[in-house]
């Protein structure tokens, strides 16, 4: 039991408005940056700009959720922030990331038949990726979880980390094209999506709807405001969770599935055509 | 030559990261310490057993409608929550009101079942017009009163508790932080002081803790 006795300038951390960096976060998008280029470069292969584009957009949006304000917001004060988080580097960073990576590439950083070319395999089949997918999203999501990980630093950090991986692993057979790498196509890329949209529900629902503050975390942390009220708080984040995850990911769904739906009308109608061209031969 | 490419870049990934982790944003406060709440005890209750007597002091406050308060008298016959805080202060008081007056809510439980006391440590800045703003944030059935300090700290030295410290400017620029006891204090009908709520005291503890107080501790 951890309590406090003395109420003190130096128990919490009195929220402020004023810009504080966070020199590693900047840090890191560098080292991200120049890990793409440098790729490029050592490989002797022009940059595809619109891979550029979309890589440079994932690690801006890392660094703009993990720099302050919102990294602040989100590692200990408010739950929707830290939520919004979640989305962030699940559902907008790891795909940005990962779709921004050219096959040459990936057969660079994974080379066919090395170990990591093994655990990859085997961590991104379908089955296998939604269930790490849930559990990180279950597990992190945990109050012991959160009230005993994001109270330190390393922790937090750690939390962030498994959210973005797991979103990486997540993405991988929905998002890569290569048949040698576990991709899955329509209908089951649909059904996968849809899956762990609904799995999604449920730490949502139980953010929306408790009555009591789930996260000693958020409850405890110095308000923002006077008034401020924790379980409010909580419920937009069940909301936030629900409603920007699930769009997000039916959006996919819903653009995936007619682009599948599109193409198999015209591998039918092509095949007719054969078909017809061939009796009328 | 390629083989140490990719280590340095390894290298690179792995301080860029361990800078990233020190420089995280979770608190490293006893607030965030404090996330487990407390313990239920055998019991039932929460809230932390006395083990010395103490009773509500006989020292005379001022209610913000400037009326003479004398804690021993007018908390009398009924169960009394009493917290000693300031109206600046940036996390522990609103913390611990807001519970309160939540946990009043869902319980539904009555102000006039349970009295919940706020006193003022910083008469210097809290004037009965701030103190009234301050609770009506929470609950504007929250009791404010007020002194001047030498008689705040009496109070506090008959409750055995420290009296308040000047420690520093708030980071927020709104003068000076006040240290001071982050403790709720309950009494009895009878003035007798029963149990303790540190700050680390989740809503949901009172919400289990509000009912037995009412059922116990009243008349």
């Known amino acids: ?202 730490p949502a629902t139980f953010l929306a709807f408790s009555p009591l503050p789930l996260y000693g975390l958020y409850e405890l942390a110095p308000p923002l405001w006077l008034g401020f009220d924790p379980v409010r708080d909580q419920q937009l984040a069940g909301v936030l969770m629900n409603v920007v995850g699930g769009l997000a990911l039916w959006t996919v769904i819903a653009i995936g599935f007619m682009r599948w739906a599109r193409a198999e009308e015209r591998a039918d109608l092509e095949a007719r055509r054969a078909a017809g061209r061939s009796a009328a031969g | 030559m390629r083989r140490t490419g990719r280590t340095g870049r390894a290298a690179l990934l792995v301080v860029a990261a361990l800078v990233v982790a020190g420089c995280s944003t979770a608190p490293s406060s006893s607030t965030a310490l404090s996330a487990q709440g407390l313990t239920q005890a055998d019991d039932g209750w929460y809230g932390l057993p006395l083990t010395v007597e103490r009773s509500l002091p006989d020292v005379t406050l001022t209610t913000t409608s400037g009326r003479p308060f004398r804690l021993d008298t007018e908390l009398a016959g009924g169960p009394t929550l009493l917290f000693f805080g300031y109206s600046s202060c940036p996390d522990i008081c609103p913390v611990h009101l807001a519970s309160i007056a939540s946990a009043m809510e869902q319980t539904r439980t009555r102000y006039d079942q349970v009295r919940v006391v706020f006193v003022s440590v910083d008469p210097a800045r809290d004037t009965p017009e701030r103190i009234d703003t301050f609770l009506d944030h929470f609950d504007d059935r929250m009791i404010g009163l007020h002194a001047a300090l030498p008689v705040v700290e009496e109070a506090l030295t008959q409750l055995d508790l420290p009296g308040p410290i000047v420690e520093g400017p708030d980071p927020r620029g709104e003068g000076d932080l006040i240290g001071h006891p982050a403790q709720v204090i309950g009494f009895d009908a009878e003035g007798r002081a029963r149990r303790v709520w540190p700050f680390g005291t989740r809503r949901s503890d009172w919400v289990a803790d509000l009912p037995r107080i009412v059922a116990d501790w009243s008349a």
């Open chain 1, 1 to 202: 039991m951890n309590v406090a006795w003395w109420c003190s300038s130096n128990p919490g951390q009195v929220w402020t408005w004023r810009y504080t960096p966070f020199v590693g976060v900047w840090l890191a998008a560098a080292a991200l940056l120049g890990l793409y280029l440098g790729a490029h470069r050592r490989a002797g292969r022009p940059v595809d700009p619109r891979l550029l584009r979309r890589w440079v957009a994932g690690v801006a949006v890392m660094a703009v959720v993990s720099e302050w304000p919102l990294g602040a917001l989100g590692a200990g004060y408010l739950a929707t922030v830290g939520i919004g988080r979640y989305i962030a580097l699940t559902f907008v960073v790891a795909p940005l990331l990962l779709s921004a990576i050219p096959t040459w590439l990936l057969d660079r950083w994974l080379p066919h038949g090395s170990a990591r070319w093994t655990a990859t395999r085997w961590l991104t089949r379908w089955p296998v990726a939604l269930l790490v997918f849930n559990a990180v999203l279950f597990g992190t999501h945990l109050p012991v979880a959160i009230d005993t990980l994001k109270v330190y630093q390393v922790g937090s950090f750690a939390v962030d980390a498994a959210h973005l991986l797991a979103g990486l692993v997540w993405w991988f057979p929905a998002m890569r094209r290569e048949a040698d790498r576990g991709a899955i196509r329509e209908p089951l890329r649909a059904f996968y999506l849809f899956a762990s949209s609904i799995l999604m529900f449920v």
